[in-house]
């Protein structure tokens, strides 16, 4: 795997037990258990509609579960004050699928709203720090004044990035983070997000389809099968006769991604 961190000992900044999700007559997670360290790049993978996404809203407090705790660091989700929520969502940055800007917003615009929402500082040194994350986010300075729809993809996601990082989170969750991304943008921003995670020392919890970036950033990687959730690392997926599991790891995708990287 991609890291030697010592990771295995620290405690989880994410816990999830017991985690039922269901929509009416459909259960998506049964009985889910999850543990994220402080630290770690986690992959969250599985087959279509086997609930990662909605996963990770729960994790983020957006949709409420049917059973089940979620302690997000170190405080159970259910039941917060509102003031408690949003001080718990400062501490998370989130990066969409989408990017999920604001499009009547400059890009500066949008990385200062979680500033001015969250924070009493003043609007020049929040001008800089929206500044410093564009730059961190690898945009070329010029980017802060232009709007979403300027932008090619690559650069809507770092914007989004750079607008998830505005607080400096702790946890930063991803969801598709390459999707839609040509390889080498693809792989361009995997590089980034591990270099941050690196000097950040950020936790990452990203949702993917990516098999490149399953096998090049991330420390362990958490399966959704069976309405429940396997969390391993690369080299003890490949052995696991599970079916799903197997094919995933072992098909043409997931060999050449293996392949690349070696
Ligand atoms: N608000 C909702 N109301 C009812 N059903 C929902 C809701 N949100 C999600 N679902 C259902 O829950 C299941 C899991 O959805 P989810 O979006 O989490 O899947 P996913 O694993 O992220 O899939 P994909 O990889 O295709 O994005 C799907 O069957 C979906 O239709």
């Known amino acids: 795997m991609a890291s030697t961190r010592p990771v295995a000992d620290a405690e989880p900044v994410i816990r999830v037990r017991g985690l039922v999700t269901r929509f009416g007559t459909q259960t998506v997670h049964d009985g889910l258990d999850l543990d994220v360290r402080a630290g770690e790049v986690l992959g969250v993978v599985g087959g279509s509609g086997t609930g990662k996404s909605v996963l990770l809203k729960e994790i983020l407090g ?4 049917t059973e089940g705790t979620i302690e ?11 003031r408690e929520r949003t001080a718990l969502q400062a501490r998370t940055g989130v990066l969409f699928q989408n990017g999920a800007l604001f499009s009547s917003m400059t890009v500066a615009e949008n990385v200062m709203l979680p500033l001015k929402e969250h924070t009493a ?7 800089e720090i929206a500044r410093v994350k564009i730059a961190m986010a690898g945009l070329p300075p010029d ?9 090619s993809g690559g650069m809507i996601k770092r914007a989004g990035l750079a607008r998830a990082l505005a607080l400096d989170p702790a946890i930063l969750f991803l969801d598709e983070p390459t999707a839609g991304l ?3 943008g693809a792989a361009a921003f995997d590089a980034l997000i591990r270099g941050l995670q690196r000097s950040l020392g950020l936790t990452v919890f990203m949702v993917t389809h990516d098999l490149d970036s399953l096998t090049s950033i991330c420390d362990r990687i ?3 099968v069976d309405k ?4 391993a690392t690369l080299e003890e997926h490949l052995a696991d006769p599970h079916p799903w599991i197997h094919d995933y790891f072992h098909g043409p995708r997931g060999r050449a991604a293996r392949h ?3």
């Open 121 to 127: 500082l003043h609007p020049d040194l929040i001008a």
């Open 62 to 65: 957006l949709i409420r579960p």
């Open 260 to 262: 690349a990287k070696d």
């Open 143 to 151: 980017a802060g004044a232009k709007h979403p729809a300027q932008l």
């Open 222 to 224: 958490a399966v959704l």
């Open 72 to 82: 997000l660091l170190g405080h159970d989700t259910d039941g917060l004050s509102q």
């Open 228 to 231: 429940k959730i396997k969390v």
């Open 182 to 184: 040509d390889p080498i």
